[in-house]
């Protein structure tokens, strides 16, 4: 039922709109009467009327000046302006402030009916679109990351459906060439068992909100970003046709720095992003969203890496450092001294450790340790495995050690991430 007020100074002319039409007959209540301006803002204010029947000269307050606080005081009531004939420009003037319609006195009664009836009807139709902008606006941002979901998972194949749904959502994506980044926080379990819920929840947090000040927007490219899971997020990157190959790698590259070094001045923990080659196509996106995905991988253990495009190691640019890497990659289980990796290498042990400290930030030994520690915890999460089987396959004959060092890199010893594992298995 609609509530209706009616605002008049003239009394018979309340009592005839108030009785001469059966407006429980059309769905009207009649909730209030007031004679002046102030009575009836009063009145608004009490009963959220949906409909007023305002007179537009009344003492105190005219209806020009009702309407206008009724809008500063953000009452949602739709309005039919009664007025005499000499009075019709001055209530043309109403009519910036949504007027619905308005009626020249003496009324009439079937007009009046007539007028309220549409004018509820009009009250519907606006209210069922400001509901549905509010759901829209609500869901849009859930809307927006299931349907990059859909298109990098390649549940989307046909171009033109692609770019209606982009065009329907408002999605900032251009046309030209597409690239994906794919960046997922490193060591998730073991910030699982290290974290509480809202230190988890702030730490995505943090990387969501520097991932969308630094990949939304640059001179060459717009950014979309996506959750693909608890772990893991996808970022589209869409180029303008006009930029040069050269500027768009100088502006991802100047980015992606940016966004290590805010993640750095916020956290400890690291990610690692990997970067797909471009395409043309739309349709392309599931196969660049892959492509990033398989190949990113951390080279070294707790610091934020970045693996570009066509080359797996490309976020170290020396071939000696990548040398050192691929000694540790492949003799990891293996007791491994710096004199055997700078033999191995025909470079000076001294060299050696000035380079590799450098380039990465950190001493051979401690990528060394980092690095078996994280082969440590993928290998306990194998069923039954023994924990002195572990340390021996990472390079620890001594498993106290082994359970020592286990412990400083987590704070968990082996056993206890075992359990945390299988817990939540």
Same mark, same amino acid.
């Given at each position: ?16 709109? /108030?009785?001469? +039409? ?27 009327? %949906?409909? +007023? ?32 004939? %000499? ?19 003496? +009324? ?111 001179? &060459? ?8 899971? @608890? ?11 006009? &930029? ?23 956290t400890t923990h690291t990610v690692s992003i990997s970067i797909s080659p471009m395409s043309k196509e ?29 080359? /797996? /190691?490309?976020?170290?640019?020396? &071939? ?15 007791p491994i001294t710096i004199q055997q990796v700078a033999d191995a290498l025909y470079i000076s042990p ?7 400290? &450098? ?16 082969? @440590? ?40 991430? +075992? ?7």
């Amino acid at each position: 039922m609609y509530q209706m007020l009616v605002a008049d100074d003239e009394y018979y002319i309340r009592f005839g709109i /108030a009785n001469v +039409i059966d407006w429980a007959s059309i769905d009207i209540e009649i909730v209030g009467e007031a004679e002046n301006g102030i009575q009836a803002l009063e009145l608004a204010k009490q009963t959220q009327p %949906d409909l +007023i029947l305002l007179d537009i000269c009344m003492p105190l307050q005219n209806g020009l000046e009702l309407m206008k606080q009724l809008r500063e005081e953000h009452l949602d009531c739709g309005i039919i302006i009664l007025s005499g004939y %000499d009075e019709f420009e001055y209530a043309q003037q109403c009519f910036q402030y949504g007027v619905l319609d308005y009626l020249l006195k003496p +009324i009439d009664k079937q007009k009046l009916k007539d007028t309220v009836v549409k004018a509820c009807l009009t009250r519907r139709n606006q209210r069922s679109l400001q509901n549905y902008q509010h759901f829209v606006q609500q869901e849009h941002p859930s809307l927006c990351n299931q349907f990059l979901q859909n298109l990098l998972l390649g549940h989307l194949d046909d171009t033109k459906k692609i770019k209606e749904k982009i065009d329907f959502l408002h999605i900032p994506i251009l046309e030209g060439c597409y690239q994906v980044l794919y960046i997922r926080l490193d060591d998730y379990n073991l910030l699982e068992s290290q974290l509480t819920l809202d230190e988890l929840r702030w730490l995505k947090e943090q990387l969501q909100t520097h991932l969308e000040s630094c990949f939304s927007l640059s001179k &060459s490219f717009m950014g979309t970003f996506t959750q693909l899971s @608890a772990d893991e997020w996808g970022v589209l990157l869409s180029f303008t046709a006009a &930029s040069a190959a050269e500027d768009q790698d100088k502006q991802l590259h100047a980015c992606v720095d940016l966004f290590f070094s805010k993640l750095e001045t916020a956290t400890t923990h690291t990610v690692s992003i990997s970067i797909s080659p471009m395409s043309k196509e739309l349709t392309d996106l599931p196969e660049l969203y892959q492509n990033a995905r398989r190949s990113n991988r951390k080279f070294i253990p707790c610091k934020n890496s970045v693996i570009w495009p066509g080359n /797996a /190691a490309s976020q170290v640019s020396r &071939s000696e450092i990548q040398g050192i890497l691929n000694f540790v990659f492949n003799h990891y289980s293996e007791p491994i001294t710096i004199q055997q990796v700078a033999d191995a290498l025909y470079i000076s042990p001294s060299y050696l450790m000035h380079l590799f400290k &450098s380039c990465t930030g950190k001493t051979f030994n401690t990528f060394l340790m980092e690095y078996r520690m994280e082969k @440590a915890m993928e290998l306990l999460q194998t069923s039954g495995i023994q924990i002195q089987a572990v340390a021996q396959a990472v390079g620890y004959s001594d498993v106290k050690y082994f359970n020592k060092l286990f412990k400083k890199h987590t704070s968990l010893t082996p056993s206890e991430y +075992i359990k945390i594992h299988y817990a939540k298995s």
